[in-house]
């Protein structure tokens, strides 16, 4: 398990995710985690890891990239589309 920090409207929030996880499935974690707690998610929206000079892909496992505790990904919302 790592701690990484989502930034989401100048908000950190701090998070406990699986190493071995790809970002895809980062992805869907933290869409299901906001649904559970109640708060609407545009769906899609990319994260992006602040500070690092990487691009992760869609089904790239984040432990491949180096991606450690500390690591802060920033959310950028596409607001054109929702998830059905």
Request: glycine share 6%; aromatic share 8%.
């Amino acid at each position: 398990m790592i701690g990484i920090t989502l930034v989401k409207d100048n908000k950190e929030i701090d998070l406990l995710v699986p190493s071995k996880v790809t970002m895809h499935q980062l992805k869907e974690l933290i869409y299901n985690m906001f649904e559970h707690h109640g708060i609407a998610l545009k769906y899609p929206f990319q994260l992006v890891v602040k500070n690092k000079c990487i691009h992760i892909g869609e089904y790239d496992v984040l432990e491949d990239y180096g991606i450690a505790t500390g690591d802060k990904f920033e959310m950028i919302v596409d607001d054109t589309h929702d998830r059905k």
